[in-house]
């Protein structure tokens, strides 16, 4: 199992940018799919974002298209996610995970993800 610690969320004016980090520890997540998801009061959980096994490719919803970016650095076994142009529906928690063994593909099927962070608060003022 790894352990997920999400950082870097706060208060933020809309349009502005913030970089998340989801730190892991107990093993290397170089080797698996991760994501981004988010949830906010009152809603269900979604996927802002997922990054392939290779890290290769990604994908991201139409609602946060060329906005978001996923990146990992292996040598400090840290996921990030940049959240350019914030929107105030971008208000919620943020979690990171990291999917199964087996999987390759970037996915926002949550199922696939077996270890999830605490979260990290992003706050959007107008």
């Known amino acids: 199992q790894v352990q997920l610690v999400e950082s870097g969320g706060g208060?933020?004016?809309?349009?502005?940018?913030?970089?998340?980090?989801?730190?892991?520890?107990?093993?290397?997540?170089?080797?698996?799919?991760?994501?981004?998801?988010?949830?906010?009061?009152?809603?269900?959980?979604?996927?802002?974002?997922?990054?392939?096994?290779?890290?290769?490719?990604?994908?991201?919803?139409?609602s946060v298209k060329g906005r978001f970016s996923i990146s990992r650095d292996n040598a400090k076994n840290t996921l990030y996610l940049q959240l350019n142009n914030i929107e105030r529906a971008d208000m919620a928690v943020y979690y990171c995970a990291v999917a199964r063994v087996g999987?390759?593909?970037?996915?926002?099927?949550?199922?696939?993800?077996?270890?999830?962070?605490?979260?990290?608060?992003?706050t959007v003022s107008s």
């Open 11 to 62: 208060l933020v004016q809309a349009g502005a940018s913030l970089r998340l980090s989801c730190a892991a520890s107990g093993r290397t997540i170089s080797s698996y799919v991760v994501g981004w998801f988010r949830q906010a009061p009152g809603k269900e959980r979604e996927c802002v974002g997922s990054l392939s096994r290779s890290g290769a490719s990604t994908y991201f919803p139409d």
């Open 103 to 122: 999987f390759g593909s970037a996915s926002c099927d949550s199922d696939r993800y077996a270890d999830w962070g605490q979260g990290t608060q992003v």
